[in-house]
């Protein structure tokens, strides 16, 4: 948890997608990422933790579903959502938290 600590607590907002390989929301999740990581440039993170080889994570965060995403800064939580999201939308929630 410690290492977990340490992405978050930065003064910059840091977007967690929690994901499997197997699901298909996951993966339909990928290229928005990306999207997001170009657009945002080095005034964010874009981090994407595999919830079956994270489990004590996913699970001390109460991740239920994939993909799940939430939004840190500072070492907070200040932004959760449940399923796919569009890219405009990711890209405006992270400009908001710069």
């Known amino acids: 948890m410690s290492k977990f ?11 967690l997608d929690f994901f499997t390989d197997w699901s298909e929301a996951s993966k339909a999740m990928h290229p928005v990422l990306r999207d997001v990581a170009a657009a945002i440039g080095d005034k964010g993170k874009v981090i994407k933790i595999n919830v079956d080889k994270n489990e004590d994570l996913a ?3 109460r991740v ?7 939004i840190y800064k500072n070492g907070e939580m200040v932004w959760r959502q449940n ?4 890219a405009n939308t990711l890209i405006a929630l992270m400009i908001e938290y710069v």
């Open 64 to 70: 239920n579903g994939v993909p799940t995403l939430m």
């Open 83 to 86: 399923g796919e999201q569009d």
């Open 59 to 61: 699970s001390a965060l």
């Open 5 to 15: 600590g340490d992405l978050i607590d930065i003064t910059s907002p840091v977007l």
